[in-house]
């Protein structure tokens, strides 16, 4: 059963790029994220790019990605 989630979840979301159905924690994760991003957001207008830097680096270590846009907004995405 494991193996054939993980096959799925590799063709589905991986090769077609369909993401599954939000759930209540999805959400919250959103939440939190746009949060986070936001106190980031603010750091590097205050030129407190420490702040900034440590913000993207923590989340990277637990293997969560930001990327700025040139529109001056911030995307990010789980690393799998």
Do not use: H, P
């Not at 096959?7 to 939190?32: A, T």
């Not at 407190?48 to 700025?68: A, G, H, V, W």
Request: charged fraction near 45%.
């Amino acid at each position: 059963i494991e193996k054939l989630k993980t096959k799925y979840r590799e063709y589905v979301v991986d090769i077609l790029g369909l993401q599954e159905q939000e759930d209540e924690s999805s959400s919250k994760l959103n939440d939190v994220m746009d949060l986070v991003i936001d106190i980031r957001k603010d750091a590097r207008t205050q030129k407190n790019f420490n702040l900034s830097d440590k913000i993207r680096d923590k989340l990277r270590e637990i293997k969560i990605e930001l990327k700025d846009e040139k529109d001056d907004k911030t995307s990010w995405t789980i690393i799998r």
